[in-house]
C-alpha cells in the first residue's frame, strides 16, 4: 500500500525527482510512514518541504527529529538525518559496514541497491521517538 501525498508540492517533488531515484525514495516513504504508524509515542507524521527536500517530522507529540530525502551532490539518493544530534553516528555504531554514510548527516544510497528496510526502520525510529529519550 502506498501512502497518498497530501501536500501537492511535496508529490510535485517525488515526480520531478530522475527516474533512476524516485523508487528508491519512495521505499524510504513509505517506510516511514509505516514506522512512524507502529512505533508507539509517534502520533501525528507530517511530509512537508524543507530546504526543497521532502521532509517527515512529528507534530503530536514532537516526539522525533526530522527526517529528509533527496539527492546529494554525488549521485544517487539519500536520507538525512539532523547533523546535530547522535541519531546516524549511533546507527553507524551498529551497522559500521552495511551503508555508505555522509558523517553524521546522510546515508547514501546508488540507484538498483537493494535497501535494507528492516535496518533502516530501526534509524527511522530512533529519529521519530528522539525526543522521547
Aim: with cysteine; charged share 20%; aromatic share 10%.
Amino acid at each position: 500500500m502506498t501512502t497518498a501525498f497530501e501536500d501537492p508540492q511535496v508529490q510535485r517533488i517525488f515526480a520531478g525527482f530522475p527516474d533512476h531515484a524516485r523508487p528508491g525514495l519512495l521505499q524510504l516513504r513509505e517506510m516511514i510512514f509505516q514506522v512512524a504508524a507502529r512505533t508507539e509515542g509517534v502520533g501525528k507524521l507530517r511530509e512537508t518541504l524543507k530546504w526543497g527536500q521532502p521532509a517527515y517530522l512529528t507534530v503530536e507529540p514532537k516526539s522525533g527529529s526530522t527526517i529528509r530525502l533527496g539527492l546529494p551532490k554525488q549521485g544517487g539518493f539519500a536520507l538525512y538525518t539532523h547533523c546535530q544530534t547522535t541519531i546516524l553516528s549511533d546507527f553507524q555504531a551498529l551497522f559500521p559496514d552495511d551503508f555508505t554514510y555522509e558523517g553524521n548527516r546522510a546515508i547514501h544510497f546508488r540507484p538498483g541497491d537493494r535497501l535494507a528496510l528492516d535496518r533502516l526502520a530501526l534509524l527511522v525510529k530512533s529519529a521519530l521517538t528522539y525526543h522521547l529519550r
